[in-house]
């Protein structure tokens, strides 16, 4: 295995409104937070994805700034990026979505480098499945293929879902996306099911509850880290895949073992991108930050037995 | 401290209905649940509670062969046991109460015997908190008072609940119940002003998701087992709130440390009740299968720090 990490995902700006705030146009979008978060790891990471020219340098800079790869990036000129706009209530779990703008994304053809075709790890963000089928053609042989929710997909793209499921190592997808698509409410039933399609590991994602992942007849449960504030929950998904994706590149190693710990790492993640509005608490984050979250993730879940 | 735990709550028959099944009247209450789930621990176990002339002489030596203490159940004669039905919905987290009678509840006047007096560890089941407080009020010097779940009570019985809560070391309750008494969405929020309200340890349950122990600036957080199937909920916070004091009354040490540990072995019993209907699952386990569960726990949440 090599420690490349070819990301598929959307770059976007985003306005969100929570209870305790609202912003302007944000940095954005599902390969933003997963590269952030893969950032954190000694790996080579390439983002593919598409934007508009109105995409700011600085932002662009940032990203770069972090090591990832920006030549998998296309910039469409004369069109705009990737826009959503979105309202959490009160209880941060319920959101609604008040404007979505495709723009350039109507028109992404998707083009892996030809440095990253070799990647061992893929991360297949949430996208248009036929996107994300397109990139995996382009593949030579990945080592491990990992799929993050596709919510949106659920309805209107079932098969062309099912055939990229089917070509999946990891499927990694929330609590509700799993009942909608096995149609049962035991998550351990939808997690069966859901191997059955093809991934040979299912991560099911339950907020503020914590991430199980099953694999075989195993299951490991990683806590949710009970937080003081959560500001805004957007990104909290992509930040977990992202960390999750970025520790294995890093180890080399595809073991039950090291997906239990890389589960753990993307929680970590996503506890830091909750605390903040958008990528602004990934953009400082260091790794010291980070190994003391894991820490705190370890103790939270350490018993004696007696 | 010594191994005797005394025990305040309903003896009652219950009628159920689930997805799964219906159930004839069946053994029930919450000191029946704890009774049980605490008699998994080599203690003394007493129960404080009331019972019609209706109650089968079977039902009462099923509880004494257990080897719990009877002598503080009083019997009214002529009058009926306190009886509960309700019905689970397809979730099974919505429970719609079909009917409720609470027959002898409305005399029972809690005396707590002489033997018990002086048990380390009293428990409160959920029950109103008057007769709560008439029980702790004859304890001599109780090393740690729990408190369990009180739904009913918050609304029309709040002053003296607080009352009570002021008493108590260890509270536990469930998620929403959490947020109605403090009229906060994050649990780590509540759990502060829980706390602030007199508890030094307070439990948060969360159902299918597990359970989170707080103190001081410390959390403690206990995975749910996942389960292909739940059969049917009832009683299963009461076999948890019964194993956690079993096991702490079995240890005599009151730590945070032995805490997490009676989380989990709580967590276990709860994790049984669930599998089948009513007390059926508990009326059998053995000290082998609860073992066996707790080594399912560990592994379910252990991970490696590389």
Not at 198 to 226: D, M, Q, S, T
Not at 237 to 254: P, T, V
Not at 278 to 289: H, K
Request: proline share 3%; aromatic share 8%.
């Amino acid at each position: 295995m090599n420690n490349k990490l070819l990301v598929l995902g959307t770059m976007a700006y985003d306005a969100i409104e929570s209870p305790f705030g609202k912003t302007g146009k944000i940095l954005g979008g599902c390969a933003t937070y997963i590269g952030l978060a893969a950032s954190q790891f000694k790996i080579d990471c390439g983002l593919v994805s598409v934007i508009g020219d109105d995409f700011e340098t600085a932002h662009t800079d940032l990203l770069t700034q972090k090591g990832l790869d920006l030549s998998g990036v296309a910039t469409i000129a004369g069109e705009k990026t990737f826009f959503w706009s979105g309202k959490y209530h009160n209880d941060l779990n319920i959101r609604t979505t008040l404007d979505t703008q495709l723009n350039v994304l109507t028109k992404f053809d998707p083009k892996v480098p030809e440095q990253f075709k070799d990647a061992s790890i893929v991360l297949l963000g949430n996208l248009d499945p036929n996107i994300q089928g397109a990139v995996l053609d382009q593949m030579k042989a990945p080592k491990l293929v990992v799929m993050d929710t596709m919510n949106f997909w659920i309805e209107s793209y079932r098969e062309k879902l099912d055939e990229v499921v089917g070509r999946v190592d990891v499927l990694s997808i929330n609590d509700e996306e799993a009942r909608q698509l096995t149609d049962t409410h035991s998550l351990v039933e939808a997690a069966k099911q859901l191997q059955a399609l093809g991934p040979r590991y299912v991560i099911i994602k339950k907020g503020e509850h914590g991430a199980l992942l099953f694999h075989e007849n195993k299951i490991f449960c990683a806590p949710g880290l009970p937080l003081e504030e959560v500001f805004d929950p957007t990104g909290a998904g992509d930040s977990f895949i992202g960390g999750f994706a970025g520790y294995l590149s890093q180890r080399g190693k595809i073991t039950f073992d090291e997906m239990k710990t890389a589960v753990i790492m993307g929680s970590a993640m996503a506890s830091f991108t909750v605390q903040k509005f958008g990528t602004e608490c990934l953009e400082t984050l260091t790794r010291e930050q980070l190994h003391q979250r894991i820490l705190a993730f370890k103790s939270l879940s350490e018993f004696e037995l007696t």
